[in-house]
């Protein structure tokens, strides 16, 4: 089915919704129980269309104006219902991991930002000894590899260090999503900058033939740090990428929509950099063994990744946008709305 006889075939369910919508915003009281049950069957009805839409048309003023119906439908039956943990559960079972599903091509992006220049500073860093003298004095080079480095991560009392680099990280990610709006400019200098930082360090161990003492300090933390950084990244890019080619809608309501997931994904990264934090902060330089640590990183990690990858797929095939202030509540309480309705 071409684009038009999509729109033509089922603009009436869309302009019902919209109609339905304005009117339960108001109340779902205004609305009799016949028109509650029209309101839920018709959002399941534009959620599989927005759904749709997003994997068969390039259409972004199409998947906006879907976007919208379906957000703005889903808020007026989710405001029915108790702000109670379930809301929170719901953020981060479907909202949060839907925003970065759906961000895919801005993490390609922001990962590629951080991990090239990691790898090019570490590979030149270990293979030229004019860049390895150009670093720093040899006693310098030769103490942050002995003593400075390892000793970072117990400088401090365990929960003073993790709730310290938590906190940091947090503002590395505020800053990496909210300047990405300045045309994408200083959200990917941020990613390069943490990029080389890494390839440097790592090319000073490789040099030295000390590349598991690295890893080993590294990648108990780092997994899951990173790859929270890489999607803070992704956010400011996506932000940022409104501002250059808003498509058919106008930069303020490209900007507005990107926003809202951008404000999605920041809300659901500080999950990510505290359980970081708390690995850095009591097993990265704790004595744990390395294996034993490094193990702990890789689990953190794919626990994240298969939680993004699992879910965001499931939301997105519900028509969760993961824009902030869509409240989807599942298709067990859009029952529990008709019900209610129907019991008046």
Not at 23 to 41: F, H, I, Q, Y
Not at 51 to 63: E, G
């Amino acid at each position: 089915m071409d684009i038009d006889r999509f729109i033509a075939r089922n603009a009436p369910s869309w302009d019902r919704l919209e109609r339905l919508s304005s009117r339960a915003g108001r109340g779902l009281r205004r609305l009799t129980p016949a028109e509650v049950d029209e309101l839920v069957d018709t959002y399941q009805r534009v959620s599989s269309h927005l759904s749709h839409a997003r994997v068969a048309y390039d259409d972004p003023a199409l998947t906006a104006r879907l976007t919208r119906l379906v957000s703005q439908a889903n808020g007026v039956i989710y405001a029915s219902r108790t702000r109670t943990l379930r809301a929170v559960s719901d953020f981060f079972a479907w909202r949060f991991p839907a925003a970065v599903w759906q961000s895919g091509r801005f993490v390609a992006a922001s990962a590629a930002l951080l991990l090239v220049p990691a790898l090019a500073i570490g590979v030149w860093m270990a293979t030229s000894d004019a860049a390895l003298e150009a670093s720093a004095p040899d006693a310098v080079r030769e103490s942050y590899l002995e003593e400075d480095f390892e000793d970072y991560y117990s400088s401090e009392p365990a929960a003073q260090f993790a709730t310290e680099v938590t906190v940091n990280n947090i503002q590395v990610a505020i800053a990496a999503f909210a300047t990405g709006v300045l045309l994408c400019l200083p959200a990917a200098a941020l990613l390069i900058l943490n990029g080389a930082n890494l390839g440097f360090a790592g090319g000073l161990f490789a040099d030295a033939g000390e590349l598991g003492k690295f890893f080993g300090l590294i990648l108990p933390h780092g997994l899951l740090e990173l790859t929270a950084v890489v999607v803070a990244g992704a956010a400011g890019l996506r932000l940022g990428w409104a501002v250059i080619a808003p498509g058919d809608r106008t930069r303020g309501q490209a900007v507005g929509d990107e926003a809202r997931r951008a404000g999605v994904i920041a809300l659901g990264l500080t999950l990510a950099f505290v359980v970081a934090g708390i690995i850095e902060g009591f097993i990265t330089g704790r004595g744990v063994p390395t294996g034993l640590r490094v193990g702990i990183g890789v689990l953190a990690e794919l626990a994240f990744v298969t939680w993004i990858v699992v879910q965001g797929r499931a939301a997105t095939l519900r028509g969760v946008t993961g824009a902030l202030g869509e409240l989807d509540q599942g298709w067990d309480e859009l029952a529990v709305a008709r019900e209610r309705a129907w019991a008046r």
